[in-house]
């Protein structure tokens, strides 16, 4: 099955620095991928869309310009999150959406494994 | 706005037996795609079941079938001959441009 990895599974780094979070589509290419944050016991809480070669979509609330997002490449999309602040520290999870065509037609949604960040 | 609704936070289910859970959505929208995930320790999020909103058979995956109710907005999972490992958080999610989840079922398993 089609299979999306995240890099890294977990990260420490340090209040005011920044760190990136890679999620990448290892045999399908992706066009659009999606970034959420899920707190303990909470369900996934989009963050923004992804989209190849254009700006990210973001949800409503969420900080661009604390949260980029880079979709430089048909299977690559990168999270940074910049200056760092320990309310950052969260699960965060990417998926890729895979359009099929044919039989059995439509789109499926593939998860990474999910990085775990903390802020000290 | 597109919202999914799970309104039991937690089920249990004896080993064997056979447990319901439910999802609601709201949606304007005739085409979309819904799905249930599940989610265990590892929080890796593993597809369970999807179903085209166009199709009016009810999509099953083995001992998984879904109770597709268009008209009602409703789509409830069905887990039979429970196993120790379908014990997880099983996420209910509706998708047109984007996947929307609802909040979340624990769902126990007891031998």
């Known amino acids: 099955g089609a299979v999306v990895s995240q890099h890294p599974s977990w990260v420490i780094c340090k209040s005011g620095t920044s760190v990136k979070i890679e999620c990448r589509s290892l045999?399908?290419?992706?066009?659009?991928m999606f970034w959420y944050r899920q707190f303990p016991k909470q369900s996934l809480m989009l963050m923004a869309t992804?989209?190849?070669?254009?700006?990210?979509?973001?949800e409503q609330g969420v900080e661009k310009d604390k949260f980029l997002i880079n979709h430089a490449s048909l299977t690559l999309s990168t999270l940074t999150v910049t200056s760092a602040h320990p309310e950052d520290s969260s699960f965060y999870i990417c998926s890729a959406d895979r359009t099929q065509t044919g039989a059995g037609s439509g789109n499926t949604i593939y998860f990474g494994e999910g990085s775990w960040l903390t802020v000290v | 706005a597109q919202t999914v609704t799970q309104s039991q936070p937690e089920m249990s289910v004896q080993e064997a037996e056979t447990v319901t859970l439910s999802c609601t959505y709201d949606?304007?929208?005739?085409?979309?795609?819904l799905f249930w995930y599940k989610q265990p320790p590892s929080r890796q999020m593993i597809l369970v079941i999807r179903q085209e909103a166009y199709k009016q058979q009810n999509a099953t995956e083995n001992r998984f079938s879904v109770n597709f109710q268009k008209a009602a907005k409703s789509f409830s999972l069905k887990i039979s001959d429970s196993q120790l490992g379908d014990a997880a958080m099983y996420f209910c999610?509706?998708?047109?441009?984007?996947?929307?989840f609802g909040t979340g079922t624990r769902l126990q398993v007891f031998p």
């Open positions: 045999d399908f290419q992706a066009t659009t």
């Open positions: 999610a509706y998708n047109t441009d984007k996947l929307i």
């Open positions: 949606t304007s929208e005739s085409d979309y795609y």
């Open positions: 992804s989209n190849e070669g254009s700006k990210a979509t973001y």
